[in-house]
């Protein structure tokens, strides 16, 4: 029912920029926010960034001065901008959702299917 669609992942040199897209659709939800994570491999899943529908921004440490959140409420897609990648960015990005069932009030997160960054020389 609820689809969300990622794109942007690639191979880059470190210093290098990436552009993430993640796209919702469906019918019956509405969107509080959105966000994104990444998991390296052995690694737990950890928030890189979060924005909401108003426009409030969250970052992770690792990230702030280096990675920038936007959305487009009008098309349900948030996009991560990545500046002077590193390899410790390498990792398989998820976009997510926070969602409401809007017949039912229901709650819940709603998760992509990820898109590989790797940062190598």
């Known amino acids: 029912q609820v689809q969300l669609v990622e794109s942007g992942g690639g191979l880059v040199q470190p210093g290098g920029s990436l552009r993430l897209s993640c796209a919702a659709s469906g019918s019956g939800f509405a969107i509080y926010a959105m966000g994104w994570y990444r998991q390296a491999p052995g690694k737990q899943r950890e928030l890189v960034a979060t924005?909401?529908?108003?426009?409030?921004?969250n970052y992770a440490d690792s990230v702030k001065g280096r990675f920038t959140i936007s959305r487009d409420n009008a098309k349900n897609t948030v996009y991560l901008q990545m500046n002077n990648l590193k390899p410790e960015d390498t990792a398989v990005y998820y976009c997510?959702?926070?969602?409401?069932?809007?017949?039912?009030?229901?709650?819940?997160?709603?998760w992509g299917q990820g898109t590989q960054v790797t940062v190598v020389s």
């Open positions: 924005i909401t529908s108003t426009g409030s921004t």
């Open positions: 997510n959702a926070d969602l409401e069932v809007v017949t039912t009030g229901y709650e819940y997160v709603h």
